[in-house]
């Protein structure tokens, strides 16, 4: 019995899992390669930290999700005013745009490495197929793609076993580290903080257990059985857990390969993913420079499309509209033209004359600015009971959910403070 329970458990591993895979996206890489190579390891410690609020706070954004049967911007537009709802999405729409131009330029960059050329072409490449993939491949066909795609993370895994390490330092170092909280050390930690705690995720995972009620013709919970309602909590939990300890142990081997390669070999300051994986190459070899390299390119192949579709839906749902991937464009017209927009945009900053690259670090900064509303929003939204029934947050998640929020505020406040000094 507990053998099929876990079959079938690990059968439907799902949002959760891919929403864990993407949060290690291109922008993340650069923020935790950026804090290893600066800090070494003693930023080790904020991955471990942020584990368990992120699970609190992906826990929370499914919940919403498949109580209501509505995504986050959904339910949000039913408690807040509209005029709140619409500057949050904003932000959001914002923030993933140049996410994604940050993201698919790191893709071609690390494609050119590769290959010995091509980054412009690679790029605009990269981009033609997601938003192809995003338009005319179903759901249920697409997120078999995502699932295998999360196999790209490995990469950073195996970087490791590529250099030598002093494993009793590493667990002394994410334990007790040894660090001074100035304006350059608290910018950092928002934007770990902000590439681990996104809000994209909020959205995303939210949405997809909306896409899941509908691809299996389940009911949502409020109106489900007790027994149905337990097995899908269960599943939920499973699958956030799994999720979101996949993705924090991918940044905790980024930060500790940067650590133990870069910032042991003077090198502090990384201002691109393709910087990264080249300075690698000479400390650590051609194996981990591939290594590094070809991850960039799996990571962004699914972050991408979760960062335009969390926009899509975000909007989509604010303003009333069809939404899903499991509907052809032409049944969700402005769903889908946001995702077009988001990828045509990405693409206009990737050619403008911002550097789009140096804003991945920035965007991770960015999202862990916009995260505390969104944040807080949802922590108001999961404790209604007009709203979520007999399902409201428990009083784990609800303890831990504004925790999260808390942390991020106070890191926010505390770069900001240490900025102005």
């Known amino acids: 019995m507990r053998r099929r329970l876990r079959a079938a458990l690990v059968g439907r591993l799902g949002p959760g899992l891919i929403t864990g895979a993407a949060d290690d996206d291109p922008s993340g890489v650069a923020s935790y390669s950026q804090a290893g190579a600066q800090f070494g390891l003693n930023m080790l410690w904020t991955v471990a930290f942020t584990y368990p609020l992120m699970v609190a706070i992906q826990l929370i954004s499914a919940r919403i999700g498949r109580v209501t049967g509505a995504g986050l911007a959904a339910n949000l537009a039913r408690v807040f005013p509209r005029p709140v709802v619409a500057a949050l999405v904003a932000l959001l729409f914002v923030a993933n745009t140049v996410n994604i131009g940050a993201d698919v330029a790191a893709m071609g960059a690390a494609a050119e490495l590769v290959v010995g050329r091509g980054a412009t072409a690679f790029t605009i490449g990269f981009a033609l197929l997601s938003l192809l993939l995003q338009l005319f491949v179903p759901y249920h066909a697409y997120v078999r793609v995502l699932k295998w795609l999360t196999l790209a993370l490995f990469a950073y895994v195996g970087v490791v076993f590529t ?18 909280l100035d304006g350059a050390a608290l910018t950092v930690i928002v934007a770990v903080f902000g590439t681990t705690i996104s809000p994209y995720l909020f959205f995303w995972q939210s949405s997809e257990e909306v896409e899941d009620l509908r691809l299996s013709h389940e009911r949502d919970l409020r109106h489900a059985g007790p027994a149905e309602a337990r097995a899908e909590l269960t599943r939920i939990r499973w699958d956030t857990y799994v999720g979101m300890a996949f993705s924090n142990l991918v940044a905790f081997f980024i930060m500790l390969t940067t650590a133990v390669t870069l910032h042991q070999g003077g090198l502090t300051e990384i201002q691109t993913t393709a910087e990264a994986a080249t300075a690698l190459r000479p400390i650590a070899g051609d194996l981990a420079f591939l290594l590094f390299s070809l991850g960039v390119i799996g990571v962004g192949l699914l972050a991408v499309p979760v960062l335009a579709g969390s926009a899509a839906y975000a909007v989509a749902e604010a303003f009333g509209w069809e939404t899903g991937l499991e509907r052809w464009p032409w049944q969700a017209r402005g769903f889908y033209a946001v995702i077009v927009v988001a990828m045509v945009l990405a693409l206009a900053v990737v050619f403008s004359p911002l550097d789009p690259i140096r804003a991945l670090f920035w965007s991770a900064v960015v999202n862990g600015v916009i995260s ?17 029934g007999a399902y409201v947050a428990p009083l ?16 926010v406040l505390g770069m900001a403070f240490a900025s102005l000094a």
């Open 372 to 388: 505390v509303p969104i944040m807080g929003a949802m922590m108001i939204v999961v404790t209604r009971r007009d709203e979520m």
């Open 396 to 411: 784990g998640q609800r303890v831990f959910g504004w925790a999260a929020t808390a942390v991020m505020a106070l890191a």
């Open 163 to 180: 250099v030598r390490i002093d494993w009793a330092e590493v667990v002394a170092r994410t334990f007790v580290p040894h660090l001074v």
